[in-house]
């Protein structure tokens, strides 16, 4: 039982490429969400799905994109990577009901 | 606008001394509230929670929290603490409207001295 799984650990991008963050649960959780952390800013979300199928706009979408590939499966992609988007990105889920969030690893992204 | 807001931004401690986090929340209704601690290099875990009932909440390695209605707040408490405790804690509420969008607090690094 792994948990939340991310990919990658560590990005490196320049200014205009893409990429997309993969994450996963093997949990069975409905819920499943995107969050970055700055520093003295806490974490913000992103996007966050509500069950397969559904995805809403957290605090801070703009320039993000999200994918609820099935049950499992939650990405985030970023179209057009800025410097503003350099941050540690966590994936978590959690199940039915009032309850915790489980969280991943996270990403550290750097776009340059 | 910060709907949840953590008080101390760095908390400097020695060993044994007792550690208090303030945190205050600004949802008009019911929430659930959380205190999350992220360990140096690891991922955010689960320290307490409280949804309803007895307002003093205990969690893991001996941290309490309290609700306090009438002053919007949950503090995190621990009597005694270790070297071990060095780590940033977050705190986090939700209303019950809408338990998807957990907002946290800025977070507080406490650092405990030996």
């Known amino acids: 039982n792994a948990g939340v799984t991310q990919t990658p650990k560590f990005q490196v991008l320049k200014t205009g490429q893409s990429m997309t963050l993969q994450c996963a649960q093997d949990m069975n959780h409905n819920s499943m969400y995107w969050y970055r952390q700055d520093p003295g800013m806490g974490l913000r979300l992103i996007y966050y799905?509500?069950?397969?199928?559904?995805?809403d706009k957290g605090e801070v979408p703009n320039g993000y994109n999200v994918s609820r590939l099935n049950k499992r499966e939650f990405s985030l992609r970023l179209e057009s990577a800025a410097p503003s988007q350099t941050s540690v990105y966590f994936c978590a889920s959690a199940g039915t009901g009032p309850n915790e969030q489980f969280f991943g690893p996270g990403t550290r992204l750097t776009v340059l | 606008a910060q709907s949840v807001s953590q008080h101390n931004h760095h908390v400097i401690l020695s060993e044994a001394a007792s550690l208090e986090l303030g945190c205050n929340y600004s949802?008009?209704?019911?929430?659930?509230l959380f205190w999350y601690v992220q360990y140096p290099g690891q991922h955010l875990q689960l320290l307490l929670k409280y949804f309803s009932g007895d307002p003093l909440v205990k969690g893991i390695k001996g941290f309490e929290a309290e609700f306090i209605k009438s002053k919007f707040s949950f503090n995190l408490r621990k009597p005694s603490v270790q070297w071990s405790d060095t780590a940033e804690y977050f705190c986090a509420g939700v209303p019950k409207t809408n338990d998807y969008k957990l907002s946290f607090g800025a977070g507080t690094t406490v650092t405990v001295r030996a």
């Open positions: 949802y008009g209704g019911t929430v659930n």
């Open positions: 799905s509500a069950s397969e199928g559904t995805t």
